[in-house]
């Protein structure tokens, strides 16, 4: 009887169709601005990609006269993925779940810069340049 039931459950492990798929869309406002996730360039808003893992993640958007903006975003587990449930989320459940995560940000436009402050700034450039001094880039 205890045999049986041990090979029940391992054909059934291996037979199962079940299939966890976590995906993690990012948006911002105005659309466009480049995402990094931990440092590493995913793509333009809106972007989605997969992920494995949950927990902080650090999300951080880009894009030319707008504010970079930096969150951490904590991403946690549904309680379906919590140990000993995530075994029979993951391997028993004969089908598909799909765990959806967005995150909405708002970009702020840059301050426009004053025309006599840049040109000074420029001006310095041009005697450090000429007194020998490299500028870094």
């Not at 459950?9 to 966890?20: A, D, N, P, Q, Y």
């Not at 995150?103 to 005697?127: F, K, S, W, Y």
């Amino acid at each position: 009887m205890k045999k049986a039931i041990i090979t029940l459950v391992c054909l059934t492990v291996f037979f199962s169709t079940g299939c966890l798929r976590r995906r993690l869309t990012v948006r911002s406002n105005p659309p466009g601005a480049m995402v990094y996730i931990d440092d590493v360039q995913v793509g333009n808003t809106p972007v989605s990609i997969p992920f494995t893992y949950y927990g902080t993640r650090t999300i951080r958007l880009e894009k030319d006269r707008f504010q970079t903006v930096e969150v951490q975003e904590n991403i946690n587990a549904p309680w379906y993925q919590i140990p000993p449930l995530d075994f029979v989320s993951e391997l028993l459940i004969p089908m598909e779940i799909r765990d959806e995560r967005a995150v909405n940000l708002d970009m702020q436009p840059l301050a426009p810069t004053n025309e006599n402050e840049v040109m000074g700034r420029a001006n310095q450039i041009r005697q450090n340049a000429h007194r020998g001094y490299t500028v870094p880039r």
